[in-house]
């Protein structure tokens, strides 16, 4: 099982984005699924979780106030060939990611080493782009789209259940 931590988009978001997407129709190969549509906040890897780890995963994350979600952009992605919906990067994102990876420690939870290096890009991954000439530039076009957040879900995914790519294992409470 690939298991990973995210927070969902929800449809008052997901109209601007796929109404900027217009905008990509002419280098946009394919696009993803909406249902698919998630923010990684934390790829915890090919593993079997516990009961025990579900329990202290899904402990709740206090903030003093719900967070505002900003979705600044849309614009190529810095994985090969992608679209992606940019989040504006935030302290309390930041935060709520060290809390996940010490929650996993605590656990014994081993995170792939890439993800626990690699520099926290908040995104979400809306389409694929055709292979385009090095010298065709992807412009970036701006979304400016927000909601609160208030909880964040551990799921597995499913790659050969299509109509079901991700089983929610777990919610993760965001309280005040």
């Given at each position: ?8 988009i929800p449809n008052s978001a997901i109209a601007p984005i796929r109404d900027t997407m217009r905008s990509y129709q002419d280098?946009?190969?394919?696009s993803v699924s909406q249902e698919k549509w998630h923010c990684t906040m934390l790829y915890i890897g090919n593993i079997n ?128």
């Amino acid at each position: 099982m690939s298991a990973f931590i995210a927070f969902t988009i929800p449809n008052s978001a997901i109209a601007p984005i796929r109404d900027t997407m217009r905008s990509y129709q002419d280098v946009l190969a394919t696009s993803v699924s909406q249902e698919k549509w998630h923010c990684t906040m934390l790829y915890i890897g090919n593993i079997n979780l516990s009961d025990e780890d579900m329990q202290a995963l899904a402990q709740p994350i206090r903030q003093s106030f719900h967070p505002v979600i900003t979705i600044l952009s849309l614009g190529e992605g810095k994985a090969k060939n992608q679209l992606w919906a940019y989040v504006q990067v935030q302290t309390f994102l930041q935060d709520m990611r060290n809390e996940l990876l010490a929650r996993c420690k605590g656990r014994e939870i081993t995170i792939p080493e890439d993800e626990r290096i690699k520099e926290f890009i908040p995104h979400i991954h809306v389409g694929n782009i055709q292979q385009t000439p090095q010298h065709i530039a992807i412009i970036d076009t701006p979304v400016k789209t927000t909601f609160s957040l208030s909880e964040l879900v551990v799921y597995k995914s499913n790659p050969s259940i299509p109509t079901a790519p991700y089983e929610q294992l777990a919610v993760i409470p965001i309280t005040p």
